[in-house]
């Protein structure tokens, strides 16, 4: 038995003072508010000052981007600077730099809180799209990174078979991304096998990289499983679904049975309000990633009107421009804010909520993300003095904590980071830097004058009217900011 007296406690009820925490064979076993500090200390309680909330999750990540943060601004920085180096370093991985790269990338998230992540897996296989001996080495990788970080993931293994909705190959990097059928990634994933800190989930990539004619198996096929698909992110992904299936996205999930209580939908960024109902309708959950959706300028999504529609709501800090719910959980609020000039829509229950409860509910972990008996014993202490929160009341931490006011962190009931270091690797930024030294610096493809025309020509419907510059990367031809990412 494990006990704890928190200062402040974050319960299903709301925030409470005096918290005694009992944890044991990784479960609460008794959570008491009203508990005198006093007494529960000389019973041997673990004091934690500052509010003590539920273990966040992060319900969309792909942990090589965190390789691009503060590289990929060349110039004013476009869709196109970014790509270019999100490929290049696609390309550049194998196994063991991966799990070092995601190793320090899930520390990271450890020490802001994150005790479970969803990996939203793609990198599948070697350059060219040949095989490991073991198929799925990558994946593996991750499994073991996420385990060596104390944390727990679901590996969303990712279906992904085409470079654009009118069905065109892979070429290039994306070769690495493909098993070539849907039979193929289905034997390959029927290799995977859950852990006690492992679930093995499913993603479809996108109507962009599954063919119409597929999503119906992969429905069937991922029955049970919690399962993601970017949606709607762009424009032009919505535009060339309509020239292609005479529908939007959304609707083509609906005609093929990939909607509903186990899916997430990522982005949602651009629906009509048809698509909106359709998915309130079905329970289908949505999860948004409003640092990635601003750096990459892809737009504000409709959280506010797909909440009261019936759409669950996650997080996730997607591309790690940023590693930190709070500012996640803030920017769903605060994007609402600049998109309607008013405040107040969402309360700082809802968005603690969609940081936590919702995320791990779409990663496929029951009794999680809440501090109730029963439920797994995660725990984020939050400090209450640092210059950032000093004087917030405990309710509201949300809307002023960052990821660097995290000081304690339990998963499972194991601790992970005591006092703001990370138990197992103290030496975080040292991790990451010997990690991403491996990583490729600049892009690796060159821009012609005649590409970078076509490009613009072919952006110059996006309503948004986003300056992009190359439209080919690794041999890789596409045009509009559509283009698969």
């Given at each position: 038995m494990t006990r704890y007296h928190c200062a402040h406690a974050w319960l299903p009820t709301g925030v409470a003072d005096d918290v005694l925490l009992e944890l044991a064979g990784g479960r609460f076993v008794t959570v008491r508010p009203g508990t005198p500090a006093e007494a529960a200390e000389a019973d041997g309680a673990v004091r934690l000052p500052g509010v003590t909330l539920p273990g966040l999750a992060n319900a969309h990540s792909h942990a090589f981007h965190r390789a691009l943060r503060g590289r990929t601004q060349r110039?004013?920085?476009?869709?196109?600077?970014?790509?270019?180096?999100?490929?290049?370093?696609?390309?550049?991985?194998?196994?063991?730099?991966?799990?070092?790269?995601?190793?320090?990338?899930?520390?990271?998230?450890?020490?802001?809180?994150?005790?479970?992540v969803g990996e939203f897996h793609y990198l599948h296989h070697a350059p060219g799209g040949g095989k490991y001996s073991d198929p799925n080495a990558m994946g593996e990788a991750l499994i073991a990174a996420a385990a060596d970080a104390g944390i727990r993931i679901t590996l969303l293994d990712t279906l992904y078979l085409t470079a654009g909705v009118d069905g065109r190959p892979l070429e290039g990097v994306q070769l690495r991304f493909g098993d070539g059928s849907f039979d193929a990634w289905s034997s390959r994933v029927d290799r995977l096998r859950a852990r006690p800190h492992a679930r093995i989930g499913a993603a479809a990539h996108?109507?962009?990289?599954?063919?119409?004619?597929?999503?119906?198996?992969?429905?069937?096929?991922?029955?049970?499983?919690?399962?993601?698909?970017?949606?709607?992110?762009?424009r032009a992904e919505n535009e060339a679904c309509l020239a292609v299936h005479g529908r939007t996205p959304t609707e083509l999930l609906a005609d093929r049975g990939l909607l509903g209580g186990r899916v997430t939908a990522v982005h949602a960024t651009h629906l009509t309000d048809a698509d909106r109902a359709e998915l309130g309708d079905t329970g289908t959950g949505v999860c948004f990633c409003p640092t990635t959706e601003r750096d990459l300028a892809d737009g504000i999504g409709p959280a506010r009107a797909l909440a009261d529609g019936g759409s669950p709501l996650s997080l996730g800090s997607d591309s790690h421009a940023v590693i930190d719910l709070f500012e996640e959980a803030r920017g769903m609020e605060m994007h609402e804010r600049l998109r309607t000039e008013h405040r107040g829509h969402f309360t700082g229950a809802e968005l603690l909520g969609a940081a936590t409860a919702a995320g791990h509910a779409a990663l496929g972990w029951a009794h999680a993300g809440t501090i109730a008996v029963g439920a797994r014993a995660d725990l984020v202490t939050v400090a209450l003095d640092s210059p950032r929160t000093a004087g917030c009341d405990p309710a509201a931490i949300g809307f002023a904590a960052t990821a660097g006011d995290v000081r304690h962190v339990v998963i499972d009931g194991r601790?992970?980071?005591?006092?703001?270091?990370?138990?197992?690797?103290?030496?975080?930024?040292?991790?990451?830097?010997?990690?991403?030294?491996?990583?490729?610096?600049?892009?690796?493809?060159?821009?012609t004058h005649g590409q970078a025309a076509r490009a613009e020509k072919a952006n110059a419907k996006d309503a948004r009217g986003t300056e992009t510059g190359a439209p080919q990367a690794g041999g890789i031809r596409e045009t509009g900011i559509g283009a698969t990412r």
């Open positions: 110039g004013r920085g476009t869709f196109w600077t970014w790509r270019d180096q999100m490929y290049a370093v696609a390309g550049a991985l194998d196994p063991d730099s991966y799990h070092a790269l995601a190793h320090a990338v899930y520390v990271e998230m450890a020490l802001a809180g994150i005790t479970c996108s109507v962009r990289a599954v063919p119409a004619g597929v999503l119906a198996e992969f429905a069937a096929r991922t029955e049970g499983m919690p399962t993601h698909v970017h949606l709607s992110e762009q601790v992970v980071v005591r006092d703001g270091v990370h138990l197992a690797t103290p030496d975080v930024g040292a991790a990451l830097t010997k990690a991403l030294a491996a990583m490729p610096t600049t892009g690796q493809t060159r821009t």
